[in-house]
């Protein structure tokens, strides 16, 4: 286990994995943000609604992914300084 952790190549690829989760979610929320003024908009159709869910349903799969990922043995001490230990899916997806 110490052997697999202490590996450059793990530290490396585990780095790049929590940058590149980190900003999809931060796209995500971006996204999230467009579309619920289209969905809550007068005249917004089902389609609008839906679309804005199912947004949010994707942005909490990528959010727990990256909570999976941090809480990970092997992962958590190569998190890059500056990224959240654990994210809140309500906060960065919308309830």
Same mark, same amino acid.
């Given at each position: 286990m110490t052997r697999d952790q202490n590996d450059a190549k793990n530290r490396e690829h585990l780095s790049q994995t929590f940058n590149s989760e980190f900003q999809q979610i931060q796209a995500d929320q971006a996204n999230l943000t467009v579309m619920k003024k289209t969905a809550t908009a007068t005249g917004a159709s089902v389609q609008d609604r839906?679309?804005? $869910?199912?947004?949010q349903l994707n942005c909490r799969q990528d959010v727990a992914q %990256?909570?999976?990922d941090t809480a990970? $043995?092997?992962g958590a001490p190569w998190l890059p300084q500056g990224l959240p230990t654990q994210i809140n899916a309500d $906060? %960065?997806?919308g309830s």
């Amino acid at each position: 286990m110490t052997r697999d952790q202490n590996d450059a190549k793990n530290r490396e690829h585990l780095s790049q994995t929590f940058n590149s989760e980190f900003q999809q979610i931060q796209a995500d929320q971006a996204n999230l943000t467009v579309m619920k003024k289209t969905a809550t908009a007068t005249g917004a159709s089902v389609q609008d609604r839906a679309n804005y $869910t199912g947004a949010q349903l994707n942005c909490r799969q990528d959010v727990a992914q %990256y909570n999976a990922d941090t809480a990970s $043995t092997l992962g958590a001490p190569w998190l890059p300084q500056g990224l959240p230990t654990q994210i809140n899916a309500d $906060t %960065y997806c919308g309830s």
